[in-house]
């Protein structure tokens, strides 16, 4: 075996002959099949990829849509209103706005404020290691003890702060009775508390009672066991500052939606405008260069991009406050030549001033239609999926194909080789012969 691999690697020597470059040269031509199969998986391949990025823009913009649609019950005002509170008086109270709020207008009157116990109670009258009782008569659920174990005040005050049941203690230095310990609760007259144990030799002095939180909305009465109100007015809470008997004053929940509608176009914009720009670069041909687009000519580009422009300029089923349907151009959107979007921010903030239902709710129909309408492209078993997929499978197919023809191309070549060693030893053969003959009839000659 070694002596046949040694006149391979050496054919044509014997001869003469140019065996190599005659069998390189016939293997060129054996393997075009093999490299039009290898070019035609390369585009298939790139082909591939560029589906993938095409389905990247698409979902991208489908998302966007899918943000502009409003939750389950949520109204396209909701979505897009960004509400606040004022108050006539910000002295009685401050207002945060939250989910579920609504525009409106209300009388505030702050008849009382939550406030929580305090009792001061003097060194004298504690006992240093003493267990100390405290018990919460409307709520008995808290009740709780603790056994300072220190000997000065300080560490009766930090047992109790450790505890962390709701009272807070702190050691006063100072005034004619020394060093006093001052116990607080928390708001609310549900927190109202006795103090009592081994630990409290006397009266523990009450500096502050516990009381709820009273005030009227619109002159129903209502009673919080803190000065954090929630929800008495769906989406408000109101923090309570000081009292306004008899006189009370407006809290005012008022919404603006220029701020999120233009915030949601431009996104929609945005992504809209990368996807046509990617159907145009997949598609596009230069005819000086001769450079093609990764899609060029194929018929998924076409659908994408009649798709996109379809949803942009379906009719609208949302109407404005004259009766009239909506459109893109009602809120500044216009088409550019290259088929993209623009926004004329001037013109979208007019329009949501003058008829911010209709804009809002528009703009929640514009999402549900790109969100449906692009499902049938990018979403499983889409057109892009399915084109993709077709391709994955022409490239299994073809990757079959190539490892039965690669066998095949070896199977010639060896079999090429082994012919042209053999000519290879014949020749060199005959040309030995050939060179005894001449020398044999060249001495008759003489």
């Known amino acids: 075996m070694a002596g046949i691999q040694a006149s391979w690697s050496a054919m044509g020597v014997g001869s003469g002959l140019d065996l190599e470059g005659l069998l390189k ?5 054996e393997r075009e099949p093999l490299d039009r199969l290898d070019s035609q998986l390369s585009s298939y391949n790139t082909q591939i990829s560029a ?32 509400y606040t509170g004022k108050l006539g008086d910000e002295g009685v109270a401050g207002a945060t706005i939250g989910a579920g709020a609504k525009t409106g207008s209300y009388s505030l009157e702050v008849t009382a404020l939550a406030q929580a116990q305090k009792v001061r109670i003097d060194d004298d009258n504690v006992n240093i290691g003493g267990q100390i009782d405290f018990k919460f008569e409307k709520d008995p659920s808290k009740n709780f003890s603790v056994t300072p174990s220190g000997s000065s005040l300080a560490s009766v005050a930090n047992a109790i702060n450790q505890a962390g049941k709701g009272v807070t203690a702190t050691v006063v230095n100072g005034g004619a009775n020394g060093p006093q310990l001052v116990l607080t609760g928390e708001e609310g007259a549900v927190n109202e508390f006795t103090v009592s144990g081994a630990g409290i030799t006397g009266a523990a002095d009450k500096v502050q009672t516990a009381q709820d939180a009273a005030l009227k909305i619109d002159g129903i009465e209502i009673a919080s066991s803190s000065n954090k109100v929630e929800n008495v007015i769906e989406g408000v809470t109101l923090e309570l500052k000081a009292t306004n008997v008899d006189a009370p004053t407006t809290l005012s929940v008022v919404a603006e939606y220029g701020e999120k509608t233009k915030t949601a176009l431009e996104g929609f914009i945005k992504t809209f405008n990368e996807a046509v720009n990617n159907v145009k670069a997949l598609g596009e041909y230069d005819s000086e260069t001769k450079k093609k687009g990764d899609l060029n000519g194929h ?44 926004l004329d921010s001037d013109k979208l903030a007019k329009a949501v001033s003058d008829d911010p239902v209709s804009v809002t709710n528009f703009i929640a129909e514009i999402g549900n239609r790109f969100n449906t309408g692009l499902d049938k492209l990018s979403g499983t078993g889409g057109t892009v999926q399915s084109a993709s997929d077709s391709l994955k499978t022409s490239v299994s197919n073809l990757e079959k194909r190539r490892l039965v023809l690669e066998d095949q191309i070896q199977s010639t070549e060896a079999r090429y080789r082994k012919q042209f060693s053999a000519l290879d030893v014949l020749v060199a053969k005959m040309n030995s012969t050939s060179s005894y003959l001449a020398k044999q009839l060249a001495s008759i000659t003489k």
Do not use: W
């Open 25 to 29: 040269g016939l293997m060129l031509v």
């Open 51 to 82: 589906m993938g990025t095409l389905k990247s823009k698409l979902s991208a913009l489908q998302t966007t849509a899918q943000g502009m649609k409003p939750a389950v019950l949520q109204s396209a005002l909701d979505k897009f209103g960004t």
């Open 299 to 342: 018929r998924i580009l076409r659908e994408a991009q009649s798709e996109l422009r379809e949803l942009a300029s379906l009719q609208s089923t949302t109407l404005d406050k004259n009766g009239d349907a909506m459109s893109l151009s009602k809120l500044g959107i216009t088409f550019q030549k290259d088929g993209t979007l623009a």
